[in-house]
């Protein structure tokens, strides 16, 4: 069993940058692909960025290329979503989830543990 907890979400105003962590405990931590999700209000909670085993590949959602770096350091069992030129629609609930095959995933079904959320509120 893997415990996940999210930190570092927060009220920012448009341009701004956040970073989010997820402490992780239990399970393997540095054999498992790790991802970051966000679920807006009345929407389905949707792919955002992940991170494979090795931390040597990365992939990220359309609508984030370029402002947001995921990272993991595995001595402390973290995963980071660095977001930079936050935007109103990047409000959201982000989620963090572990997969544990290695190598990434991009769908909810793939992941098999997942923390409580934190929110992230962009204000215009």
């Known amino acids: 069993q893997v415990q996940l907890v999210e930190s570092g979400g927060g009220l920012v105003q448009a341009g701004g940058s956040l970073r989010l962590s997820c402490a992780a405990s239990?399970?393997?931590?540095?054999?498992?692909?790790l991802g970051w999700f966000r679920q807006a209000p009345g929407k389905e909670r949707r792919f955002v960025a992940a991170?494979?085993?090795?931390?040597?590949?990365?992939y990220y959602g359309d609508s984030v290329k370029g402002r947001f770096t995921i990272s993991r350091d595995d001595a402390m069992n973290t995963v980071h979503l660095r977001m930079n030129n936050l935007k109103p629609e990047d409000t959201a609930v982000y989620y963090c989830?572990?997969?544990?095959?290695?190598?990434?995933?991009?769908?909810?079904?793939?992941?098999?543990?997942w923390g409580q959320g934190t929110q992230v509120t962009v204000s215009s």
């Open positions: 991170i494979s085993w090795s931390g040597a590949m990365s």
């Open positions: 239990g399970g393997t931590f540095s054999s498992y692909a």
């Open positions: 989830a572990v997969r544990k095959a290695g190598n990434i995933g991009r769908a909810r079904a793939e992941y098999d543990y």
